[in-house]
């Protein structure tokens, strides 16, 4: 299934034009009201989207109940678009390194570490 693909998500689309949602989507941005991939790279972007951190996928209990994040629209459509196709972000940090623990070129890192 693509991380587009509308069939498994349709049915719950009009929960995002709920009151429930529009009180869980403000109270979330009101509590963390940065985005939280800029700010793991030391950007300080206003977030504008209440996204769920991991894909509800058509899950109702998911959809209400699963863990929120908030993401600046570019970082959504980006480094969110980035784990759900990859598994990982493609975020580079300050030192020349990818920030994202899952990113293959610490594989060969973890591989070699030696069993203590």
Known sequence: MSVHDKSATQNLDHLYDSARWHRLRKHQLQEHPL???CMERGIVT???ICDHVEPHRGDVNKFWLGELQS???HCHVTAK???ETRGY???I???GWPLDPRHPCYLWENKNK???
């Open 81 to 83: 678009y980035d784990i």
């Open 89 to 91: 972000r493609r975020d």
């Open 114 to 116: 030696p069993d203590v």
């Open 93 to 95: 940090g300050f030192d």
């Open 35 to 37: 985005c939280k991939f």
């Open 71 to 73: 993401l600046c629209q």
């Open 46 to 48: 206003a977030a504008t």
